[in-house]
């Protein structure tokens, strides 16, 4: 994927100078984290977008783009700018925002792109408005852009996004997000370049389910939050299994299960789709595993010839990261 590093300020005619202006990047997510759906999400350390953001005296919110995706710039259509208007529309006085986005996590892939885009927004404008706002608020508002993306509310990419390590979301109606403490595990993601949307990868969901499915999932959620804050891998490992969700959306990934049997047989604690795919994620406990799980995953999409992106990269522990204004 083509990188870009403009930044607008260093040229613009308009510039304000600090304390209007900063720079923020927003993580990809991984929500889900298999068996945990709508309510478990980690964020990671690559890929992650950059956006600047500008206070202006008019109301309103101005987008630019400055990738390749020719995203929507009219606000009510674009994530980052839904949920900027769900913040504005608390804060009293005429502020308007300029917010200039280069996305480098690719819409569609499963790695919570519009997520970042909305959680990315709410922080930087915050950080501009002296954090008036808790993070608790700002997952409030991101959630309208999250609403625009995939039709529904859910906040399993935008707090891990907001907030770091994983997050477990046990209520959106009432808002209860719970930190929980984020092992230093390696995370390898494949994104096959196929776009698998989100309100159609749920869609195609099962409305019911069946008592002894949902009591072997409740217990794989139990065992995965256990095992995390336990840093227990092997427990970790055994709770990463989805029998709700997965074998129905799996049907939408080529090479999924040839995927996750290799990336097992390379050392993998175990792993599945990520968010409503098509990426497909793997946890391992140490870098040079995460790089053969990585081997792994090249060797099955090589030999489907399907064109494939990945990362092997970390648990990110802080969430939007807010750099010094320019
Ligand atoms: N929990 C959501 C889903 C995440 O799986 O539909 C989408 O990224």
């Not at 999400?41 to 206070?55: S, T």
């Not at 053969?292 to 939007?320: D, F, K, R």
């Amino acid at each position: 994927m083509k990188q870009f590093f403009h930044n607008p300020f260093l040229y613009s005619p308009l510039s304000l100078g600090a304390g209007n202006t900063i720079t923020i990047h927003a993580p990809a997510t991984v929500a889900n984290m298999v068996c945990g759906f709508d309510v478990l999400g980690f964020a990671v350390n690559e890929p992650y977008d950059e956006m600047h953001f500008r206070l202006r005296d008019e109301p309103g919110v101005k987008i630019i783009n400055l990738d390749e995706y020719n995203l929507p710039t009219d606000p009510e259509k674009n994530v980052a700018g839904a949920a900027l208007l769900a913040m504005l529309e608390e804060v009293d006085e005429k502020t308007g925002v300029e917010v200039s986005i280069c996305k480098k996590i690719k819409p569609g892939s499963g790695v919570g792109s519009s997520a970042a885009s909305s959680a990315g927004a709410v922080v930087g404008l915050n950080h501009l408005l002296n954090n008036r706002f808790i993070k608790e608020d700002l997952v409030r508002f991101a959630m309208s852009g999250e609403k625009l993306a995939s039709g529904v509310k859910h906040a399993d990419n935008i707090a891990p996004c907001i907030y770091g390590g994983v997050t477990l979301i046990r209520s959106i109606f009432p808002l209860d997000i719970i930190p929980l403490a984020a092992p230093s595990l390696y995370v390898t993601i494949v994104h096959p370049q196929i776009e698998v949307r989100t309100s159609d990868a749920r869609g195609i969901l099962k409305q019911q389910v069946q008592l002894k499915d949902a009591i072997r999932q409740w217990g794989n959620i139990a065992g995965l939050v256990a095992g995390l804050l336990q840093n227990d891998h092997a427990l970790i490992g055994r709770s990463l299994e989805d029998v709700l969700i997965e074998p129905v959306r799996s049907i939408l990934i080529p090479g999924f299960d040839t995927i996750k049997q290799l990336s097992k047989e390379a050392g993998a604690l175990g792993g599945g789709i990520s968010g409503s795919g098509p990426s497909v994620f793997m946890l391992s406990k140490d870098e040079n595993t995460a790089k053969q799980v990585e081997a792994a995953m090249h060797t099955v999409y090589n030999q489907l010839s399907l064109e494939h992106h990945t990362y092997v990269t970390t648990i990110n522990q802080e969430g939007v990261r807010v750099l010094s204004p320019e």
